[in-house]
C-alpha cells in the first residue's frame, strides 16, 4: 500500500472521529437544554 493511499484513509479517519466528536457534542448540548427547559416549565 503506498503512502498517499495511507495517508488518505488516516485523513478519512481523522475526519471521521471528528465529527463524531462534534455530534456527540451538539447532542449532549441539545439534550441539556432540553432537560433545562423540562425541568424549568416543571415549576411553573
Excluded: P
Amino acid at each position: 500500500m503506498s503512502d498517499a493511499v495511507r495517508d488518505e484513509k488516516a485523513k478519512r479517519k481523522a475526519m471521521l472521529i471528528r465529527a463524531s466528536i462534534y455530534i456527540a457534542g451538539t447532542h449532549l448540548f441539545a439534550g441539556f437544554v432540553i432537560l433545562l427547559f423540562t425541568l424549568g416549565n416543571r415549576h411553573h
